[in-house]
């Protein structure tokens, strides 16, 4: 299980094949009475999307960084293992980019309380249609997945937010 866990982390094929799969099951998990071949074209095209947005935040984190986009995967882990390199050029490179992912935290965050509240309101808002309509099974269930949903991006980015600050502080302590 570590080898596959490893081997997705750094290869793009294997994350682009996670999304193209994961992108037909939604196509058709929504689009039911659909053609299959048609499930498997909203996928790729899910797919598509999703990897080019991976690949632009990649390249931009590289160039913040000063290294390639597998340098960057490499200096990810090792923050996610809070493993302080000890060359000097690496630990400048990855004290751009925790810097770099700092500030990008920071000026999201600003944002982060109107769109979780816009999904509070969705929410809300398929309760309130549940009601009207009859129906309550679908919108509670998906209420509470929505509601699991803002606690997990909330989980994710006090995590994050940790380990970037501790990397910065060891960073720092390391000059």
């Known amino acids: 299980m570590h080898a596959l ?3 997705f982390d750094r290869s793009l094929l294997a994350q682009s094949v996670f999304v193209l799969v994961l992108g037909v099951g939604i196509a058709a998990l929504f689009h039911r009475g659909d053609n299959p071949v048609s ?12 990897m080019g947005t991976l690949a632009f ?15 960057v995967t490499e200096l990810h882990r090792k923050i996610r293992h809070r493993e302080v390199p000890e060359e000097p050029e690496e630990r400048a490179a990855m004290r751009r980019l925790v810097a770099e992912q700092l500030g990008t935290m920071e000026r ?3 944002w982060l309380p109107y769109s979780l509240g816009f999904l509070g309101l969705i929410a809300v808002g398929l309760v309130v249609l549940g009601v009207v309509g009859g129906s309550l099974t679908f919108p509670l269930i998906f209420a509470v997945a929505l509601i699991g949903f803002c606690y997990w ?16 502080a060891e960073l720092q302590g390391h000059t």
């Open 39 to 50: 499930w498997v074209v909203q996928g790729v095209f899910y797919g598509a999307v999703v």
């Open 108 to 110: 999201a965050g600003r």
């Open 153 to 168: 991006c909330f989980w994710m980015r006090r995590r994050s937010l940790g380990l970037y600050h501790h990397m910065w």
């Open 57 to 71: 935040q990649r390249r931009r984190a590289a160039r913040a960084a000063g290294t390639d986009a597998q340098g």
């Open 5 to 7: 866990k490893h081997w």
